[in-house]
T-cell receptor, first 115, second 114 residues
Framework: NAGVTQTPKFQVLKTGQSMTLQCAQD?????MSWYRQDPGMGLRLIHYSVGAGITDQGEVPNGYNVSRSTTEDFPLRLLSAAPSQTSVYFC??????????????FGPGTRLTVL | GDSVTQMEGPVTLSEEAFLTINCTYTATGYPSLFWYVQYPGEGLQLLLK?????DKGSNKGFEATYRKETTSFHLEKGSVQVSDSAVYFCALRRSETSYDKVIFGPGTSLSVIP
């Protein structure tokens, strides 16, 4: 199993550009989510999905879109990049969403810089 | 609302020293509690967890006990190694009607020097 994979590892964008961060998992996990990690703020939930075709907003969704057309993939789209979106982005998955002791598995992260 | 508070550090210890990283939480109901570790350049990985009051999670020499009376989940290790240098995140997870709510603390950076 590859676990949770993310591409790219690093990305530099100019303000106003759009891009998609890719996330895939091969563990047949129901629940997938995107976090951003900023210094001193821990991880904040951007969007999440409880299954194919079902997505919802987390704590900081503005400026981001997601879709979940398959169980495996959960891409994150930046519509018009802003410097405030400079961050490290982590994708995570867990087997199910309705058992609160489930472990989350994290990808290696994407470091995004918006100039 | 739900929250997790932990000492931010950075914490610097000598090898074989005793480690405590404090974590307290605020949440309604009975959340599950977790410690995740992030090694340099990597994503987070689960270190240990506890799902109810007085449970003790343990792994790789680390321990933490779910204390409901003090709403705490402090991480301890008796003798740290250089390889334990990482960022440690305390987190809680509470089921709601529509999704699991996961709250992370800000992370505590640990450096262990030989």
């Amino acid at each position: 199993n590859a676990g949770v994979t993310q591409t790219p590892k690093f990305q530099v964008l100019k303000t106003g550009q759009s891009m998609t961060l890719q996330c895939a998992q091969d563990m047949n996990h129901e629940y997938m989510s995107w976090y951003r990690q900023d210094p001193g703020m821990g991880l904040r939930l951007i969007h999440y999905s409880v299954g194919a075709g079902i997505t919802d907003q987390g704590e900081v969704p503005n400026g981001y879109n997601v879709s979940r057309s398959t169980t495996e993939d959960f891409p994150l789209r930046l519509l018009s990049a802003a410097p405030s979106q400079t961050s490290v982005y982590f994708c995570a998955s867990s087997y199910t969403w309705h058992t609160q002791d489930n472990e989350q598995f994290f990808g290696p992260g994407t470091r995004l810089t918006v100039l | 609302g739900d929250s997790v508070t932990q000492m931010e550090g950075p914490v610097t210890l000598s090898e074989e020293a005793f480690l405590t990283i404090n974590c307290t939480y605020t949440a309604t109901g009975y959340p599950s509690l977790f410690w995740y570790v992030q090694y340099p350049g990597e994503g987070l990985q689960l270190l240990l967890k506890a799902t109810k009051a007085d449970d003790k999670g343990s792994n790789k020499g680390f321990e933490a006990t779910y204390r409901k009376e003090t709403t705490s989940f402090h991480l301890e290790k008796g003798s740290v190694q250089v390889s334990d240098s990482a960022v440690y995140f305390c987190a809680l997870r509470r089921s709601e009607t529509s999704y699991d709510k996961v709250i992370f603390g800000p992370g505590t950076s640990l450096s262990v020097i030989p």
